[in-house]
């Protein structure tokens, strides 16, 4: 459940290691969860982001659920291409894009 | 329980899982489909909680992945979770231990 003002935690390499959500893309809503893009602000810049894994428990089809121990982020432009070249940690499976899972070896989860 | 919950229920509750206690060391292994593929995915972690609801009875695992910690909560009954396997006991005196996630050692802790 990241809203804004959310701080969340950076897991690229692109430069900065905390950003904080200050709009949420989309049909108007309160939480965006994991899956969903945010607009974020990181060191005086304004990114789009895509949120990647998240405190609260998320439910799968299958019944089970996943809790993630941190809130974090992946910085991309407004085109969608992100603006590091490396991701660490661990990403939830909701993280589909395909420009993002190629970068490097990445633990879905 | 209500028993005509409990009868209908008895058709898909499995009778060959180990009983699970908190602070088992346990290995879950759950079917999973990539595209065409199916394999069962192994994971390894430790129950943090149980919760007894019939044939909802879920269990929550605790592991660490890359230095984070992620928990995923199953229900033991599906069909999805082929195997349950306890490996190890760790002499636990409550039936929820949460206060691990806070723990800088774990060993220490439990």
Avoid: W
Avoid at chain 1, 49 to 69: H, L, M, N, Q, Y
């Amino acid at each position: 459940m990241i809203q804004i003002r959310t701080v969340l935690k950076v897991l690229d390499n692109s430069g900065p290691k905390t950003a904080r959500c200050i709009g949420i893309l989309g049909p108007p809503k309160k939480f965006a969860t994991v899956g969903n893009k945010i607009v974020v602000a990181a060191e005086g810049k304004v990114y789009h982001g895509i949120v990647a894994c998240c405190k609260v428990e998320k439910k799968r089809p299958d019944g089970s659920f996943v809790r993630i121990d941190q809130n974090g982020v992946i910085l991309v432009e407004s085109n969608g291409k992100p603006v590091g070249n490396r991701v660490f940690g661990v990403l939830s499976d909701r993280v589909k894009q395909p420009e993002i899972l190629s970068l490097g070896r990445v633990k879905t989860i | 329980m209500n028993s005509q919950i409990r009868n209908i229920e008895s058709a898909y509750i499995k009778d060959n899982i180990p009983s699970i206690q908190i602070g088992d060391l346990i290995k879950i292994g759950v079917f999973i489909k990539e595209g065409n593929k199916e394999r069962i995915q192994y994971s390894e972690g430790i129950v943090i909680s149980k919760h007894n609801a019939g044939i909802n009875t879920t269990i929550t695992m605790r592991r660490t992945l890359q230095g984070i910690g992620v928990e995923r909560i199953y229900l033991i009954h599906s069909p999805k979770i082929t195997s349950i396997k306890i490996l190890k006991h760790f002499k636990i005196r409550r039936a929820k231990i949460f206060y691990i996630r806070n723990a800088k050692k774990l060993k220490e802790k439990i």
